[in-house]
């Protein structure tokens, strides 16, 4: 038994000294890397400029299609009664030995 926990403590040691080890990189590499960044710190950024007037149209078309939609959806205002329909609504609904959610109901048991 202790032969294997040995083994498997060598098996990590040597695990653990090959990935503290430092990473060989060439020179060449480097340089290139870098003229790379060079390169592409001098282009100019054409790319994103449609892409955020696209995304800015986008947004902009949304708003005033929802603000249209909320338009629309607007129920005017209600129109104002006089006090003489007023009491006589107020007497029907006091008339009346159902109450007025139960109405529609009717319609499901009517044959």
Do not use: C
Not at 7 to 20: A, P
Not at 44 to 53: D, F, K, M, N, V
Not at 59 to 84: C, E, H
């Amino acid at each position: 038994m202790k032969n294997t926990d040995q083994s498997d403590f060598e098996k990590w040691l040597r695990g653990r000294t090959h990935s503290l080890a430092e990473a060989e990189v060439s020179s060449e590499f480097l340089a290139a890397q870098r003229r790379s960044i060079y390169r592409r710190m001098n282009e100019p950024h054409r790319a994103w400029s449609s892409l955020r007037w696209a995304l800015s149209l986008a947004v902009l078309i949304v708003m005033i299609a929802g603000g249209l939609t909320l338009q629309r959806g607007k129920k005017p205002a209600p129109t104002t009664l006089s006090d003489d329909q007023l009491f006589s609504d107020l007497s029907a609904m006091e008339q009346s030995s159902e109450p007025k959610a139960i109405q529609p109901l009717h319609g499901l048991f009517q044959e």
